[in-house]
């Protein structure tokens, strides 16, 4: 089963799966110190469970990619507001640019090519915008979920180690937290 079907088929129960931890989510844009009037761009966004809080963070633009159309849906009900748009597109087909902040929130290790990735996303960055790639859960958490699931059961999440090095050719690495409690890492673009 490919990415699309497995994420359309469980989109309706996503938000009662994953629960995620408000106070991490608020951390996690903390951290990220967004800036007013930014444009934002939401990989995987799901039913967009981050956007309520970039939100809270007064933006010029928010725009939600996800693969999924069911997950899209549920995400365009929950939000209705002239600055949010969700969009169904597989994120390496997606060529609008011009942002500030691009995150990938629970949604890294769902991609093979890591490095298209990369390569693709800074090219829809402005220069010194943040790529930002959390998780509210430790990787041995994602990692162990997925191991239970025969469809993303190799759908691995690197160490933070690896996925700096690998997004060191595209971004200056920021921050790095890999721990317990959390996977966090943000880079800027050159």
Request: charged residues 25%.
């Amino acid at each position: 089963m490919d990415n699309r079907t497995f994420f359309n088929k469980i989109a309706s129960e996503w938000d009662n799966m994953c629960n995620p931890n408000i106070e991490k989510l608020k951390k996690i844009i903390a951290l990220t110190a967004v800036k007013r009037n930014a444009k934002i761009l939401d990989v995987g966004t799901g039913t967009g469970v981050l956007v309520k809080y970039f939100l809270e963070t007064s933006p010029a633009k928010i725009i939600g990619v996800d693969i999924a159309e069911n997950m899209i849906e549920i995400a365009k009900q929950k939000y209705e507001n002239e600055c949010v748009e969700f969009v169904v597109s597989d994120i390496l087909a997606f060529n609008r640019s011009g942002f500030d902040y691009i995150f990938l929130y629970s949604v890294y290790p769902h991609f093979t090519d890591k490095e298209a990735l990369f390569v693709h996303l800074s090219q829809l960055m402005n220069r010194n915008g943040k790529i930002v790639i959390a998780h509210s859960e430790s990787k041995e958490a994602i990692n162990g979920r997925h191991a239970e699931s025969k469809t993303v059961k190799d759908h691995v999440l690197p160490s933070a180690e690896i996925t700096s090095a690998l997004m060191s050719g595209y971004f200056t690495i920021d921050h790095r937290i890999d721990d317990h409690e959390m996977y966090y890492i943000t880079g800027i673009k050159r």
